[in-house]
T-cell receptor, first 109, second 115 residues
Framework: EDQVTQSPEALRLQEGESSSLNCSYT??????LFWYRQDPGKGPEFLFT???AGEEKEKERLKATLTKKESFLHITAPKPEDSATYLC??????????FGQGTTLQVKP | NAGVTQTPKFRVLKTGQSMTLLCAQD?????MYWYRQDPGMGLRLIHY???????AKGEVPDGYNVSRLKKQNFLLGLESAAPSQTSVYFC??????????????FGPGTRLTVT
């Protein structure tokens, strides 16, 4: 069964305290993995797409990496405005997105 | 470009009432999707469409119907609302194709409460 699991469910950081979010998936033959950011009361906003193990992408304080079994979203020196829920999703064999439950990040000043 | 828009933003229904949620996109996308998002459940696909005049069931289609009469619009209908349909509903769209085309663009959501 296609599954995407994110951990932790919630993460509290102090401003400047770097950390990583995890996204793991159960099916081999990954066709692509997405990271989205979702602010309260809004729709998910696209961040990154990763296609193959070893691939990395960066945007400001965020860096996404991909292995054969999981993806990490590294947050370096976070700021309060990085507070949001981060969703990952993989592309299923039928081309649809399968989402994880998300990690809610709170960055305190 | 407005991107993906959803109407209404909020709605309260009584059990048994019906309503239609409207999704519109101005990006000429072929694919359109309806999701629901519930605490602890993540985003779950209700129905989707791969082009004008076509629809297909997703993961949780029961109690919902959809129509795609025009390429830019995707309607989600609840014929007889139930409290279990209390949720936040998101519409999304994407281009036809693979690779970067898999990226979905989301609307702002509709918060529906069924009492």
């Amino acid at each position: 069964e296609d599954q995407v699991t994110q951990s932790p469910e919630a993460l509290r950081l102090q401003e400047g305290e770097s950390s990583s979010l995890n996204c793991s998936y159960t099916v081999s033959g990954l066709r692509g993995l997405f990271w989205y950011r979702q602010d309260p009361g809004k729709g998910p906003e696209f961040l990154f797409t990763l296609y193959s193990a070893g691939e990395e992408k960066e945007k400001e304080r965020l860096k996404a990496t991909l292995t054969k079994k999981e993806s990490f979203l590294h947050i370096t020196a976070p700021k309060p405005e990085d507070s949001a829920t981060y969703l990952c999703a993989r592309i299923s064999n039928t081309g649809k997105l399968i989402f994880g439950q998300g990690t809610t990040l709170q960055v305190k000043p | 470009n407005a991107g993906v828009t959803q109407t209404p933003k909020f709605r309260v229904l009584k059990t048994g009432q019906s309503m239609t949620l409207l999704c519109a996109q101005d990006m000429n996308h072929e694919y359109m999707y309806w999701y629901r998002q519930d605490p602890g459940m993540g985003l779950r696909l209700i129905h989707y469409s791969v082009g004008e005049g076509t629809t297909a069931k997703g993961e949780v289609p029961d109690g919902y119907n959809v129509s795609r009469l025009k390429k830019q619009n995707f309607l989600l209908g609840l014929e007889s609302a139930a409290p279990s349909q209390t949720s936040v509903y998101f519409c999304a769209s994407r281009l036809l194709g693979t690779g970067p085309s898999y990226e979905q663009y989301f609307g702002p959501g509709t918060r529906l409460t069924v009492t």
